[in-house]
């Protein structure tokens, strides 16, 4: 949670959808802070901060997913403890299917529609045109010139669509039907020609 009192917003951070980047931006150009008490992805909101704008970032469910996969199981340390539970955590498909199944108590493994059920939003921006999204915010003020990535994991895993197969894509439309359904992203589905859109 971060608010800014001037420009009257209550930002919402949901796990791996770019919070240090929006951290970032939102606390040198917009005098954002992180109220006292308040955790990085709290869910609270404030009392005086009831009626800000609130807002929230998005992201593509399967992107989503490999990213939470890599960060817990691919980087060094075992921080959320996912790789030792994983039976097989270096396979994506396998770890999706172990979240599934086991559905760890993580905020990492909340789907996003999830979070957003406690935090109503006014707005909700697509992690894929970020930069431009934030744009559409009624506090937007020209900054930043160019929006900074933090924490990007993209260089060192490719793009998430390297690790799609019929039981990945199977088992991250299990993990969060709600999320396709509620922010417009298009489920894939796989036949035995290969993916296809649905």
């Known amino acids: ?23 970032d931006v939102l606390a040198r150009h917009y005098m954002g802070y992180r109220p006292a008490g308040y955790g990085h992805h709290d869910l609270r909101v404030p009392a005086h901060a009831q009626e800000y704008f609130r807002f929230a970032v998005v992201r593509n469910p399967y992107d989503r997913a490999v990213s939470m996969w890599w960060s817990t199981c691919k980087r060094d340390g075992d921080k959320y403890g996912f790789r030792a539970a994983c039976p097989d955590p270096d396979n994506f498909g396998a770890f999706m299917r172990w979240v599934v199944e086991t559905r760890p108590d993580s905020e990492l493994t909340r789907t996003q529609a999830d979070h957003l059920r406690a935090v109503p939003v006014n707005k909700t921006l697509r992690f894929e045109s970020l930069a431009d999204d934030f744009k559409t915010l009624p506090f937007y003020n020209g900054d930043p010139a160019e929006w900074p990535r933090i924490n990007t994991t993209v260089e060192n895993r490719g793009h998430w669509s390297r690790y799609m197969n019929a039981d990945s894509v199977e088992m991250v439309n299990r993990w969060c039907p709600c999320d396709f359904d509620r922010f417009g992203y298009e489920r894939i589905d796989w036949d035995d020609d290969g993916r296809v859109e649905s």
Request: charged share 15%; no cysteine; glycine share 4%.
């Open 1 to 23: 949670m971060m608010i800014s009192d001037k420009h009257r917003f209550a930002y919402t951070g949901i796990t791996k959808t770019a919070t240090q980047s929006m951290y």
